[in-house]
């Protein structure tokens, strides 16, 4: 926008500073060329006076410009020059302006004892445009710091409005990856600020529903586990042992898949978590090298000793290396070398890079629900769940060597 609303200032600048200087050169340019005309006219009527007296020839010299006088008898006076038509012309008895060599001629007409003499003063061209180029130079100068300036308050112009919707992008994003808290400071023309009041608003609506969902989540908890309770107690009650024992054991699933519903649940209505992946990843490591150890797999393990904070739970997080870690031991074989790797990404957040030198990895198994004998599994769905969870993305790749390597990019909270 900054952009465009600076092209157009420049485009109309240009256009109206073109409108009103080309005239104003051409009308310096005819001044000058006036001024010359004039003091080349005044110059002839001075020589006028002293045709037919001795003096003739002292006033010739006195003037500063080439002047010839042609006398009625055929005689000239001053710088020599040819009888032209236009003296032939001013021998008549009129005065006029000629176009000469190098510039123009005045031509003024008097009468003296022998008949008429006709004033020749030339004027250089150098004359005739003295001052102009230093004129134009000026008005070009003029114009572009014009078009500058105009330039320049545009810009401002423009920042004044794009700054407020920037911020306003800003908290849409912190918005839309879970960050409820976020709010847009109104600033700018009316409407810029009438956007960030809605989107205030907005924000403020939502946490308004979540609240509403949580509740709703918890007295669902009740309701359920109360004719859970009666289930129990009826199977319970039942005189056949193997009845029983079935029936409970149904029961004892409805509640486990209740639970899941109602934790998910939760997890969902309340937001995005943060946890210090560095400690969580450390954790796992530590529960997986047992494993590695048994196996003789070889684990490189490179982890920042400072805190780490992410956008996803500790729980997710450990799912998420449970998941990695364990693809790496069911489908790669024992013996095969594995490394993990976290790391602090530029712009904030982590980047967990687990990689190993099995047999490969199925980009297929990059579909929910599909499985494979490569080096990496099913786990790869929950992977990038926790990953997207977080606003982040997982990446899958082949390094020259061989085997497989999974990135998991995670963002700052």
Same mark, same amino acid.
Do not use: Y
């Given at each position: 926008?900054?952009?465009?609303?600076?092209?157009?200032?420049?485009?109309?600048?240009?256009?109206?500073?073109?409108?009103?200087?080309?005239?104003?050169?051409?009308?310096?340019?005819?001044?000058?060329?006036?001024?010359?005309?004039?003091?080349?006219?005044?110059?002839?009527?001075?020589?006028?006076?002293?045709?037919?007296?001795?003096?003739?020839?002292?006033?010739?010299?006195?003037?500063?410009?080439?002047?010839?006088?042609?006398?009625?008898?055929?005689?000239?006076?001053?710088?020599?020059?040819?009888?032209?038509?236009?003296?032939?012309?001013?021998?008549?008895?009129?005065?006029?302006?000629?176009?000469?060599?190098?510039?123009?001629?005045?031509?003024?007409?008097?009468?003296?004892?022998?008949?008429?003499?006709?004033?020749?003063?030339?004027?250089?061209?150098?004359?005739?445009?003295?001052?102009?180029?230093?004129?134009?130079?000026?008005?070009?100068?003029?114009?572009?710091?014009?078009?500058?300036?105009?330039?320049?308050?545009?810009?401002?112009?423009?920042?004044?409005?794009?700054?407020?919707?920037?911020?306003?992008?800003?908290?849409?994003?912190?918005?839309?990856?879970?960050?409820?808290?976020?709010?847009?400071?109104?600033?700018?023309?009316?409407?810029?600020?009438?956007?960030?009041?809605?989107?205030?608003?907005?924000?403020?609506?939502?946490?308004?529903?979540?609240?509403?969902?949580?509740?709703?989540?918890?007295?669902?908890?009740?309701?359920?586990?109360?004719?859970?309770?009666?289930?129990?107690?009826?199977?319970?009650?039942?005189?056949?042992?193997?009845?029983?024992?079935?029936?409970?054991?149904?029961?004892?699933?409805?509640?486990?898949?209740?639970?899941?519903?109602?934790?998910?649940?939760?997890?969902?209505?309340?937001?995005?978590?943060?946890?210090?992946?560095?400690?969580?990843?450390? =954790?796992?490591?530590?529960?997986?090298?047992?494993?590695? =150890?048994?196996?003789?797999? =070889?684990?490189?393990?490179?982890?920042?000793?400072?805190?780490?904070?992410?956008?996803?739970?500790?729980?997710?997080?450990?799912?998420?290396?449970?998941?990695?870690?364990?693809?790496?031991?069911?489908?790669?074989? =024992?013996?095969?070398?594995?490394?993990?790797?976290?790391?602090?990404?530029?712009?904030?957040?982590?980047?967990?890079?687990?990689?190993?030198?099995?047999?490969?990895?199925?980009?297929?198994?990059?579909?929910?629900?599909?499985?494979?004998?490569?080096?990496?599994?099913?786990?790869?769905?929950?992977?990038?769940?926790?990953?997207?969870?977080?606003?982040?993305?997982?990446?899958?790749?082949?390094?020259?060597?061989?085997?497989?390597?999974?990135?998991?990019?995670?963002?700052?909270?």
């Amino acid at each position: 926008m900054r952009r465009w609303l600076a092209l157009l200032v420049a485009a109309t600048t240009s256009l109206v500073l073109i409108a009103l200087l080309v005239p104003m050169a051409l009308l310096i340019r005819a001044v000058a060329e006036n001024g010359a005309m004039s003091r080349a006219t005044a110059a002839a009527e001075s020589v006028a006076l002293a045709v037919g007296t001795p003096d003739l020839a002292l006033a010739v010299e006195q003037v500063s410009r080439p002047v010839t006088v042609f006398l009625p008898d055929g005689r000239t006076v001053g710088a020599p020059a040819p009888r032209t038509d236009a003296v032939r012309l001013a021998a008549t008895g009129r005065s006029v302006t000629a176009v000469a060599s190098g510039g123009r001629e005045v031509l003024a007409s008097t009468q003296s004892p022998g008949g008429t003499a006709v004033i020749r003063v030339f004027v250089p061209d150098a004359e005739l445009t003295k001052g102009v180029r230093e004129a134009w130079l000026a008005l070009l100068v003029l114009g572009l710091a014009l078009v500058v300036l105009g330039i320049v308050l545009a810009d401002r112009l423009a920042l004044a409005v794009t700054r407020p919707v920037d911020g306003l992008a800003r908290v849409s994003h912190r918005l839309a990856g879970g960050d409820l808290t976020a709010r847009a400071e109104p600033g700018g023309p009316p409407e810029v600020r009438s956007v960030a009041l809605a989107l205030n608003h907005l924000a403020g609506r939502m946490d308004e529903l979540l609240l509403a969902e949580r509740e709703s989540v918890a007295d669902l908890s009740h309701r359920l586990r109360t004719p859970l309770t009666g289930l129990r107690l009826d199977a319970e009650s039942l005189r056949d042992p193997e009845e029983a024992a079935r029936v409970q054991a149904r029961v004892d699933a409805l509640e486990r898949a209740v639970n899941a519903v109602i934790t998910e649940a939760r997890r969902r209505s309340a937001g995005r978590d943060s946890c210090d992946a560095a400690t969580v990843v450390r =954790e796992r490591v530590r529960f997986w090298s047992v494993l590695a =150890e048994d196996q003789c797999r =070889e684990m490189s393990v490179s982890l920042p000793d400072a805190p780490l904070p992410v956008a996803v739970g500790a729980d997710e997080l450990a799912a998420c290396v449970d998941a990695l870690l364990g693809n790496v031991f069911a489908h790669t074989p =024992e013996g095969a070398a594995m490394s993990v790797r976290l790391a602090t990404r530029p712009s904030g957040g982590a980047v967990l890079a687990v990689e190993d030198s099995g047999p490969g990895f199925d980009p297929a198994l990059l579909e929910r629900g599909t499985s494979g004998g490569g080096s990496t599994g099913l786990g790869l769905d929950i992977a990038r769940r926790t990953a997207e969870a977080s606003g982040g993305a997982l990446t899958v790749s082949t390094p020259a060597e061989g085997g497989a390597r999974v990135e998991v990019v995670l963002t700052a909270p």
